[in-house]
T-cell receptor
Framework: GAGVSQSPSNKVTEKGKDVELRCDPISGHTALYWYRQRLGQGLEFLIYFQGNSAPDKSGLPSDRFSAERTGESVSTLTIQRTQQEDSAVYLC???????????????FGEGSRLTVL | GENVEQHPSTLSVQEGDSAVIKCTYSDSASNYFPWYKQELGKGPQLIIDIRSNVGEKKDQRIAVTLNKTAKHFSLHITETQPEDSAVYFCAASESGGGADGLTFGKGTHLIIQP
């Protein structure tokens, strides 16, 4: 079956421009996560959705970052007025989820590589 | 919040030898500890996980051990093969993911020398 799909796979933009990254989770997965991975670094948690609500936005690094999710499907991560330090791979993951919030295994997409010049 | 330290950052072993990667965590409430493998250009993929009610779990050549008292857990790969070359991430969570996500270590680049 189809896995988590992210687009674009690569994005090069100029400093100050806005970018939008898209994630299509596995069908039926209620939980969706965004992580940021800087070169040679670990995965930095950004935001978590359970359905289309975001109970935890604490990982978003600044107010230039926002994310939304439509129902239990597509999510978009928007970065406004991009800065060079925003350059990273942005990974999306989904999980079956559950009422208790225990989600277990995360299924990751291949990421969107953002380069801000 | 949770803090996960992972060592070493790079590990080079001869094919056929064993590899051990170690992680420590700070939050004693954490009860779920997965390991993810990330191949070049791919997203991380779960290879094994352990919950706090067991001390060890094994799956073929891969095993994970957990010491809750010391707050550390380790990944053991035996009889390493070239396809084991990748970046490995440990992670910890109180809720199995959920509202606080997983806190990941910085990763270990495992290199299998032929």
């Amino acid at each position: 079956g189809a896995g988590v799909s992210q687009s674009p796979s690569n994005k090069v933009t100029e400093k100050g421009k806005d970018v939008e990254l898209r994630c299509d989770p596995i069908s039926g997965h209620t939980a969706l996560y965004w992580y940021r991975q800087r070169l040679g670094q670990g995965l930095e948690f950004l935001i978590y959705f359970q359905g289309n609500s975001a109970p935890d936005k604490s990982g978003l690094p600044s107010d230039r970052f926002s994310a939304e999710r439509t129902g239990e499907s597509v999510s978009t991560l928007t970065i406004q007025r991009t800065q060079q330090e925003d350059s990273a791979v942005y990974l999306c993951a989904s999980s079956p989820g559950g009422a208790s919030g225990r989600t277990g295994e995360l299924f990751f997409g291949e990421g969107s590589r953002l380069t801000v010049l | 919040g949770e803090n996960v330290e992972q060592h070493p950052s790079t590990l080079s072993v001869q094919e056929g030898d064993s590899a051990v990667i170690k992680c420590t965590y700070s939050d004693s409430a954490s009860n779920y500890f997965p390991w993810y493998k990330q191949e070049l250009g791919k997203g991380p993929q779960l290879i094994i996980d352990i919950r706090s009610n067991v001390g060890e779990k094994k799956d073929q050549r891969i095993a994970v051990t957990l010491n809750k008292t010391a707050k550390h857990f380790s990944l053991h790969i035996t009889e390493t093969q070239p396809e084991d070359s990748a970046v490995y991430f440990c992670a910890a969570s109180e809720s199995g993911g959920g509202a606080d996500g997983l806190t990941f270590g910085k990763g270990t680049h495992l290199i299998i020398q032929p």
